[in-house]
Each structure stands twice: as C-alpha cells, then as structure tokens.
C-alpha cells in the first residue's frame, strides 16, 4: 500500500469520495481507516441493487450505509432522514461515495463514451480515466452533514499492474483476483479538503466536483501514461510504503478465522452456517425492502 498526500493519524468525522474502478474500492476505504483506527466506522452509499444482496445488503443498512437510485429515482428526501438519524445517535461517521456512479471499465467502452459526451454537452472538461461525476448524493451528504463533519477526503486510487503490452488501461482486479493472486501495488493518494473550501449550493458544487475529478484525471494520467517511464505507476509527490502491524491485523484474523474454522469443522455449525445463509438473507431481503 503506497500512500501519497495527508491522511490524518487521528479518526475524523468524514466524507470520502473516490474514483471507481472494481469492488476493491470498497477495501480500499477500509484501508485507510484501519490506519486511522476508524475501521468500524466506515459506511457506504450503495446503489439501490445492492440491498438484495445475501446478508450483506441487510448488514451495510443496519450499519449506517445509503442505497440510493440513479437520476430522477434518487430520492433525497430518504438519504438526508437516514444521515440524520446517523447524526442524532452521534454514529461515527467515515462515508464513502463513488461519485461516477458506476466503475470505470475499459472493456465497456461505451459508459466512457457516454460519460465524455454528457461532459461535453453540459461544457465540463472531457475526463480521460474518471467518469463525469454525480453531484446528488455528495451534495445531499455535505449539506446534511456539514455542521458534524470535520472534513472531506479526496481519494484517488490506482491499482499497478493494470496496463497491457501496448500501454492500454486494463481492467482493474476483481476482489477474487486481489485476494487471491499476487496483489500489485496499490497506489492512493488522498487530498484532506476543509469544509469552509466546498461550495454550498448544489449548482457550484457540481462545479467544484468536476474540478476535483479533473485533478484525479490529471493523476491517472501521470500514471498511466507519463512519457517517462520513470513517472509511471506512481503519483507525484512524496509517499509512504505504508505497511501494518501483526497488533491491527492478527488479532482479527484470530477471532474470525476461530470462528469460522469451529462452525465449519463440525456438523451441527456447518448447519448453523448454511441456515445463517439461506434464512439470514431472507429475513435480511424482507427487512430493508420494509425499512430501508
């Protein structure tokens, strides 16, 4: 894990926007807040979809996570209620959002295209590795927010190992691939923004996330496509090769390895475990389709 840029060593109270390429990003986050001892405080907003998925869509709703639709489904109303409910428990609050609204692919040419084109008809800068960001779900959370926030994370990932013979941009690993293979390096550079910088009203603050993103894509580009090799697969500046401590990581390895291996190793857990699944995610579906 190389970091570049401020990460605070104290937890914060934030929001976290990044560039999105696979569901890695989501470890991504992760991260960077067990570095800052928030790691249970991250939460996410999710696409609507995401809800149905087996026990998880039940577990990120139950912990503070946003399933919102797309465009004119988006429904304002439900996340700003949702946030302040978070707000008025005083949950710790590390909320990630992927702006584009969708991963970046390179073998489906056609979303980049599309996101260039809107760009260009709406006279925002065309972005070469990013989508045109979203500006819904980041405004409604800042705005919501801004008086429990102590600021906002600009985040920008890029996974080595990810251009072919010909220099193209490939496709980013899946979560199987990275946990599973041997892992590239994982670049990340984050850019901590006070609040008082951010405009306020939703009209210049879609001016202000574009800007942001043209910053991530002018990143990326150095990375992946710096005439000198030199200055690829590496962002500008200074960086840390920032590794873990066996005290933040074994002991979770410990207990959820225990725990798994004692219900997997005899007959009545491994029915304990498949029940969890089948009627866990049941209850799970039925639950957030009643109480999103």
């Not at 996410?44 to 946003?66: A, E, M, R, T």
């Not at 584009?100 to 073998?107: D, K, L, M």
């Not at 102590?150 to 990810?162: I, K, L, P, Q, W």
């Not at 006070?194 to 002018?218: A, G, T």
Request: proline fraction near 4%; charged fraction near 25%; charge should be positive.
């Amino acid at each position: 894990i190389i970091i570049y840029g401020d990460l605070p060593k104290n937890k914060e109270n934030v929001i976290y926007l990044s560039n999105h390429q696979c569901t890695v990003d989501w470890i991504i986050a992760d991260m960077l807040a067990v570095r800052q001892n928030a790691l249970g405080h991250v939460r996410y907003v999710l696409k609507d979809g995401l809800k149905w998925l087996p026990l998880y869509g039940w577990y990120f709703s139950q912990h503070g996570g946003v399933y919102v639709k797309r465009s004119a489904k988006f429904n304002e109303k439900e996340m700003r209620e949702k946030l302040r409910t978070q707000m008025k428990a005083e949950t710790p609050m590390y909320l990630v959002i992927f702006p584009e609204g969708t991963r970046y692919n390179p073998e489906i040419p056609k979303v980049i295209a599309d996101s260039q084109s809107f760009a260009e008809k709406e006279g925002l800068a065309i972005l070469k590795h990013v989508l045109t960001p979203r500006v819904k779900a980041t405004h409604v959370a800042i705005d919501t927010m801004k008086d429990y926030l102590d600021a906002v994370y600009d985040v920008t990932v890029a996974y080595e190992g990810t251009v072919d013979h010909k220099g193209q941009r490939k496709l980013a690993p899946s979560m199987t691939e990275f946990l599973c293979k041997e892992c590239p390096r994982v670049h990340i550079f984050i850019d901590r923004i006070e609040l008082k910088d951010i405009p306020e009203e939703q009209m210049y603050m879609r001016r202000w996330l574009h800007e942001r993103f043209e910053i991530k894509d002018k990143l990326l580009i150095e990375f992946y496509d710096a005439k000198d090799s030199k200055r690829r697969n590496k962002f500008p500046g200074k960086s840390v090769h920032s590794k873990l401590s066996l005290k933040k990581t074994l002991p979770s390895l410990l207990f959820l390895g225990g725990l798994t291996a004692s219900m997997l190793l005899t007959e009545s857990g491994r029915k304990l475990y498949v029940k969890t699944w089948i009627y866990g995610t049941l209850i799970g579906c039925l639950w957030v389709s009643i109480k999103p």
